[in-house]
């Protein structure tokens, strides 16, 4: 079995459904239920790539017929980085401990993970630190610790190895690592929501009852 570990940059939001909601958004992002981060589940990856594949004769063979397996197999996309408000610096793409333990382990590669002495401290790049010590994302002041700003530096290096896009190779100055704790916070609470309709195929106009709200990230 060959295994290959793509990377996603989403550029524009994303949105997998959840299916029914039991919350105030009606249309929820699939999230792992323990650590309430999102995530795209396999199948809906394949289903995406399968619908694209213009090879008619590797299809059935790599993706699979209804009553038969294809040759390819997905597992699910976990998020690695995640953009969010600064109040300098416009944004920062947060990580923590966690997402880079796992990226480390799935990418095989060696990573100073730093330490983290509780919730409230992080790892930030000079774009979003004031006077060196302090980062604001969203409505929560962050303290930044000392003397691993090498580690950053190392971290920040393997994660611009994913993408070659314009945004990302901003992230040496504008990467934050927070705790655990406060990631499943900001992955869960800063998730963009928009406002929907539903429009009647026959009428062309909206369905009575089809304003709902969607969650993206």
């Known amino acids: 079995m060959n295994q290959k570990i793509f990377t996603l940059f989403a550029r524009t939001p994303v949105h997998v459904g959840a299916g029914n909601s039991v ?13 309430r981060i999102p995530v795209l589940p396999g199948s809906a990856l394949k289903g995406v790539l399968a619908d694209f594949w213009s090879n008619g004769a590797e ?4 993706f699979g017929k209804p009553d038969q397996s294809g040759r390819l197999l997905f597992g699910e996309a976990r998020t690695l980085a995640f953009p969010l408000r600064s109040a300098k610096g416009a944004f920062a793409w947060i990580t923590c401990p966690l997402a880079l333990l796992r990226f480390q382990r799935d990418a095989g590669k060696s ?4 330490a983290l002495p509780d919730t409230m401290s992080c790892l930030a790049g000079n774009a979003v630190l004031f006077e060196g010590s302090k980062a604001v994302l ?11 700003s090498e580690d950053l530096e190392k971290i920040a ?3 611009l190895e994913l993408s070659d896009d314009p945004v990302w190779t901003e992230i040496t100055d504008h990467l934050v690592i927070v705790s655990d704790e ?5 992955v869960e609470n800063a998730c963009e929501v928009v ?21 993206q990230v």
């Open 182 to 186: 406060m990631f499943s916070y900001f």
């Open 138 to 148: 969203e409505e929560y002041v962050l303290t930044q610790i000392q003397n691993a």
């Open 157 to 159: 290096a393997a994660l």
């Open 23 to 35: 919350g105030a958004i009606d249309s929820p992002i699939t999230r792992e239920r323990h650590t």
């Open 195 to 215: 406002t929907r309709i539903r429009i009647n195929d026959a009428t062309g106009t909206v369905d009575n009852g089809a304003l709902f709200n969607q969650e």
């Open 59 to 62: 299809h059935d063979r790599l």
């Open 111 to 114: 990573l100073p993970v730093p």
